[in-house]
């Protein structure tokens, strides 16, 4: 006769390990699901693109130089409209110069993309479709 305590035991143990395994198992399917890897990869271009075409100015912490150059962190035309930012990347504005001929349109949602959930912000994506909308214009 097995005691009531040990049954609860080994239910308690049984259902712990199915959570477990179901938790592991989610994890893994949202970590290797394609989604995930694009956005992620989506993530680190943009950033890395950042890094090699903005940040000297806008610096790594998206703060800028006072009175030099804008902070992108918190700023309000960054979390605007995304046509707006790309737009600017585009055309250039005061020392900013044009990314038009170095960036592509993938590249450029990347890098506005980025920068508009980085750092604290919040924007919307903006797609390279989009951006060729632009370029037509």
Request: glycine share 8%.
């Amino acid at each position: 006769i097995v005691s009531s305590v040990s049954m609860k035991s080994r239910l308690h143990s049984s259902a712990l390990s199915s959570a477990l395994s179901l938790s592991l198992s989610l994890t893994f399917m949202l970590a290797h699901s394609p989604g995930m890897a694009q956005a992620s990869e989506a993530e680190e271009t943009g950033q890395r693109l950042f890094r090699a075409n903005c940040a000297e100015c806008h610096q790594n912490d998206g703060r800028g130089i006072p009175n030099v150059y804008p902070a992108l962190a918190g700023n309000e035309t960054v979390q605007g409209s995304a046509v707006d930012v790309a737009l600017v990347l585009r055309i250039g504005r005061g020392e900013m110069p044009s990314f038009k001929d170095s960036l592509n349109s993938d590249q450029l949602a990347s890098v506005i993309n980025y920068i508009r959930n980085a750092w604290g912000n919040s924007g919307e994506k903006i797609g390279s479709a989009e951006i060729e909308k632009l370029v037509s214009r």
